[in-house]
């Protein structure tokens, strides 16, 4: 197998290699250009052609299918912007700034069949199975977004209720990915059904371990200001487990998050996470979907030399410091 770099640069390479229409349509495709672009980790693809490598050596057979569920994971950010009103997305402008609302919809909506399209590009024999997987994991991440959404307007969200969204929105596409995968190099049912729960349970930790370093990670390796979530008044794990505990220290979480958005609501904010205990809490959490991320790969037929790989993304995503 390769390294995880090597597989990255491979996910890189061909999606330069991607050729839209241009001419009178042209308005259409380029804010899919501008979108898939704009870099990012690339951990989806390369989670497609480890699996299809560490299963059946057949990366190069799985390019496309991983090109389409990076175009699938930047379609859901185009719509997460607009439903957002984000205005930036890896220090650039997001689409529906450099261009508009509508445009953004329209080539998020585009990137979808595209999306589709390339997941599709499989040995017959494959197609349903990897179809299954990808329509599955669709909806599993539409519903995410639409709790994250309903979250927004409520104050009885339980630690359970927040894994549940996370599943759906950030750990159903990391297990779908290194399924599709492990279904493409020809693993059988039981060893692509422990790949999607290591996916998956790699999502949950990686997404609290996010929440965690804004908060309390360090701006200079985190790559952007930390505070952040505080100031949009986003309900992290950490919100949703602090407030979980009631009493006094909720309430006045509760009254800080509506301060107006500047560094003193990040102070203040922070000041009731760690009076709360939610900061251990968050570190434990992470924890324990690590070791279960662990347990299903170690529970697979690959050989150690291959679980290495998997177990070394898994502690990039979740270790980092950014």
Known sequence: MKTIAEYSADVETSLRSL??????????????????????????????????????????????PAVGIETFHNFTLLH???MDNSDVRRGRPTVHKKYDANTAILSGDTMLTLATKYVSEVEGSMLRPVLDTFNEMALDVYEGQRLDMDF???????????????????????GAAVKIGAIIGGASEEDARLMYEYGVM?????????????????????????????????????????????????????????MPATDMKIKAVTRLYEKS??????????GHYSSKALKALN????????????????????????
């Open 19 to 64: 050729a839209f229409p241009e001419g009178k349509v042209s308005t259409l495709y380029q804010p899919i250009e501008y979108a898939l672009s704009a870099g990012g980790k690339r951990i989806r693809p390369v989670l497609v052609l480890m699996g299809a490598d560490a299963f059946g050596g057949r990366a190069a057979e799985a390019l496309r």
């Open 80 to 82: 997460d912007d607009v």
């Open 152 to 174: 927004e307007h409520s104050d009885a969200v339980t630690t359970s209720d927040y894994l549940e969204m996370i599943e759906g929105k950030t750990g159903s596409l990391l």
């Open 299 to 322: 529970a697979t037929s690959l050989s150690e030399e291959k679980k290495e790989v998997f177990r070394k993304l898994a502690e990039k995503l979740i270790g980092r410091k950014k």
């Open 277 to 286: 205990g939610v900061s251990e809490k968050a570190k434990k959490a992470v």
């Open 202 to 258: 790699t999502g949950l930790a990686f997404q609290i371990q996010d929440d965690w370093l804004d908060t309390f990670g360090d701006a200079t390796t985190f790559g952007k200001p930390i505070g952040g979530d505080i100031l949009n008044g986003k309900k992290t794990y950490l919100y949703v487990a602090a407030m979980e505990e009631g009493g006094q220290n909720a309430e006045a979480l509760k009254v800080a998050f509506q």
